[in-house]
């Protein structure tokens, strides 16, 4: 993957969905004699993206490796289900949107930003939980305002004014959407001429230590947090953001999201390894688990999307 800044993150939806959604890079499966599939006529009542013995399962390409990070979700959801999971990550944010407004996704692990898209654009998606990223936590994270640490004269978020701000990606709730809303607040507007896209977190963050395309910028802590630990970025502040959502589709067949709700909610590390799925290191140190959420808790998310709309596109698509 290209360590590239870019001006705008070019949004090929259809190409990207056509790529993210025609050739599944891994397949996980059920052992046979764990259980067989159900059969078709049990079934009947609701519908799958491909069929009755495939989960389609799409993540959110917000770092690098994040398809073999989310591996074990799927290798989770393969157990809770008794079926076939193939998972498809797409090229962009937009390809995971359309892929759920399309039925074209079944289950998806993505970010309250992406959630409101994807209903805004038609899916009629249903919330499991929220993703926990630190033992006994609640589920949510940070969205971290970062400064290389040669901008001396950066002390507060009020001096990220008239200098180029590295976000995420146009689509990206810690890394646009967040950001922009307490900038707002802090009196700060990003010119079109100073707005830079990073394309993912870690990229993002590598940027703004870089310091080259710009001094200052944003990233999810788990991507801004090992950097600042080695005195290459410094946190001015940040802003505490909605958790990650896994979601399903309101129209698989009940008893299929009757499964996926009992064995996704409140779904700890211990749930998978006791299952004898291996933990990689990002999700050993960075998932500790599902917590139960319903639709309100994305008021948070909308109610950002009414204050930036005139600044940031995805919020009025």
Known sequence: MQITLKRGLALTAGLALAFGLAACSSTTTKPADAGAATPASEEAAG?????ENTIVF????????????AQPIADWIAEITGKTVEFLPATDYTAVVQGLASGQVDVAQISSFTYYQAQ????????????ITADGAEPGYFSVAIKNPAATEVKILEDFADRPVCFVNPTSTSGRAIPTSELLKAGVTVSEE???????????????????DCQVGFAQDTDADPL??????????????PGAPIVLQ????????DALFEGLQDTTQASLTDAGIELNDFLKENFFGFGAVDDSYFDTIRGVCDQIADLVEACRA
């Open 120 to 131: 805004n654009a038609g899916a009629d998606i249903e919330p499991i939980g929220a993703q």
């Open 194 to 212: 100073n707005t830079m896209y990073g394309e993912e977190h870690d990229l993002n963050a590598a940027k703004v230590a870089e310091g080259t």
């Open 58 to 69: 799409a993540t959110l390409p917000d770092h690098e490796g994040a398809e073999q990070d």
């Open 250 to 257: 309101a129209a698989l067949p009940q008893d299929v999201k």
């Open 228 to 241: 600042i630990e080695q005195g290459k970025l410094e946190e001015i502040e940040r802003f505490q953001v």
């Open 47 to 51: 519908t799958f993206a491909k069929d």
